[in-house]
């Protein structure tokens, strides 16, 4: 088997270090699948996912806003009305978490099985 | 849309997290591959990876061997000679790399096409 260098073996990785990235986190799936079920408001989303706190839904709302994977709208109301709902490419996450859930599933049987 | 509770929210991500667990982290895939490369000593390995620790490295090879991803072989010399190799097991994760590869790639088009 040939070596293949650091270069290459960062390069080929990058990708899935992009990916991961955008998903990967204490908070943000679980906040995703939150708005994606319904939760469209900020209290709606910070009540259905205990732990979190405003600081850190804002901050993990931002980030999954900037990757495009949430929809912030701003309704012109008094006070103003900010709505968060899931955008139509956030869809395309669906094969790249199925893949894992079904990885996911086989790894802890497995790795329970010997524990 | 119904608002699901957050029990079920973190009932259904569990196997993704521990997917994401397998996996994640700075190191991990680096070492995957740097070993499925054919780096299959402690100090190759090492050398392969410029900036990982001695500490790092035999930290995340423990926690690779534990989800059963990478296997750990001691061959009966003087000094002991150690091997790592990467199990047969760790083929299955090929269908995760590959869906998060064409996620990340497509992704890194998406958001580099808006900056």
Redesign the interface.
């Known amino acids: 088997?040939?070596?293949?260098?650091?270069k290459d073996?960062?390069g080929?990785?990058?990708?899935?270090?992009?990916?991961?990235d955008?998903?990967?986190g204490k908070w943000k799936?679980?906040i995703y699948?939150?708005v994606?079920?319904?939760?469209n408001r900020f209290r709606?989303i910070e009540r259905?996912?205990?732990g979190i706190s405003s600081k850190v839904l804002a901050k993990e709302l931002k980030e999954l806003e900037?990757?495009?994977l949430i929809k912030r709208t701003v309704y012109d109301a008094t006070p103003a009305l900010v709505e968060y709902t899931v955008t139509e490419?956030s869809k395309?996450?669906e094969?790249?978490?199925?893949?894992?859930?079904?990885?996911?599933?086989?790894?802890?049987k497995?790795?329970m099985g010997?524990r």
């Open positions: 088997m040939n070596k293949v260098d650091h073996c960062l080929a990785l990058l990708p899935i270090r992009d990916a991961l955008a998903i990967h799936l679980l699948i939150a994606s079920n319904g939760n709606e259905s996912i205990p900037e990757h495009q490419y395309s996450l094969v790249v978490l199925q893949a894992l859930n079904t990885w996911g599933t086989n790894h802890r497995k790795i010997k």
